[in-house]
């Protein structure tokens, strides 16, 4: 999907973004996205250390 991307399309890239959300902005729009998905991936480990440990659970049901 990006691999088409050259290093001119990002440079307009970067450029629309600071003249949308100014130089001030953009470190606090970094900051947010950095403890989205900081929050993410710690939603998914939480999600599968739950799904482990039932797995756990239903193979020592079966065993017994």
């Known amino acids: 999907m990006f691999g ?4 001119w399309e990002i440079l307009i890239i970067i450029l629309l973004i600071l ?3 100014g130089a001030k902005k ?3 729009l970094a900051q ?4 989205g998905i900081k929050e993410f991936r710690k939603a998914a480990k ?3 250390e739950d799904i ?3 797995d ?3 193979e020592d049901k079966e065993k017994k």
Do not use: A, R, T, V
């Open 19 to 21: 003249i949308f959300f």
């Open 56 to 58: 756990k659970q239903l």
């Open 26 to 28: 953009i470190p606090e």
């Open 52 to 54: 482990s440990l039932e």
């Open 32 to 35: 947010g996205l950095g403890k």
């Open 46 to 48: 939480d999600i599968q």
């Open 4 to 7: 088409n991307i050259g290093g």
